[in-house]
């Protein structure tokens, strides 16, 4: 007979979806509510988008455990943050700030897969999107989580950004005005839901411009 060996990993996969979209003056960061372990859905009413900042939104995918714990130690920096500079962290500067977060921790990794959205000092949106240990760019606009090759796909058919090799270099935001972009956030989302079991339940849509920052909820499927 042989011997089999207890298979334990300190990780999870609680599945869900995340979208980031930046306009010239806005930016809208999207997520379902939906928290799974393999074929269990644990609630269908979690949020996995947080605000680090007052123009600043992470949304965040995978394990949802690592995801709360890093949530924790941004909000503590930038607490740290506020009090030696008297003032609110910018965007960039809080992608900074969770690139090294992540790398900090590479060896045992956040198994957390973010976009962070927010407007820059010039009040443009933007969007930054990252790998588990904290490599990142600003584009136009991202996804991530388990429908996220759902969803890349549609976003670059509709959205795709001038490449960043061309001279000279071009904005990544994109053309769409704000009421469009939640359009097709909402649109993404009926899609992925259709096919990815991970992603339903509802979807909450953060949107940021400069008269602040609000809200929308959409039901999705319930299966």
């Known amino acids: 007979m042989t011997k089999q060996h207890a298979n334990w990993s300190p990780y999870d996969n609680n599945g869900g979806s995340c979208v980031a979209i930046a306009g010239a003056d ?4 999207a997520a379902d509510t939906r928290m799974s372990t393999g074929y269990n859905i644990l609630t269908r009413d979690y949020s996995k988008i947080s605000q680090l900042a007052d123009k ?5 995918s995978g ?3 690592d995801v709360k714990a890093l949530q924790k130690v941004l909000s503590a920096r930038h607490l740290i943050y506020q009090h030696q500079h008297n003032k609110q962290m910018s965007c960039p500067a809080m992608a900074q700030l969770l690139s090294n977060t992540l790398y900090y921790k590479r060896f045992f990794p956040y198994y957390a897969f973010n976009v962070l959205g927010g407007l820059d000092s010039e009040g443009k949106g ?3 999107t990252y790998d588990a240990v904290g490599s990142y760019e600003r584009v136009g606009y991202s996804s991530q989580g388990s429908g996220s090759t759902l969803i890349m796909p549609f976003l670059d058919n509709q959205l795709k950004s001038p490449s960043p090799l061309l001279l ?14 939640v359009d097709l956030v909402k649109t993404v989302f009926a899609s992925a839901t259709e096919r990815d079991i991970y ?3 509802k979807v909450e849509i953060v949107i940021l411009n400069a008269s602040g920052i609000r809200r929308e909820y959409m039901d999705l499927r319930k299966d």
Do not use: R
Not at 56 to 60: C, D, E, G, K, Y
């Open 63 to 65: 394990f949802q455990a």
């Open 56 to 60: 600043s939104v992470m949304a965040s």
């Open 168 to 181: 000279p270099a071009k904005d990544a935001v994109t053309p769409l005005s704000e009421a469009e972009a």
């Open 126 to 128: 933007c969007v930054f």
């Open 26 to 29: 806005y930016c809208v960061i």
């Open 199 to 201: 992603t339903g339940d």
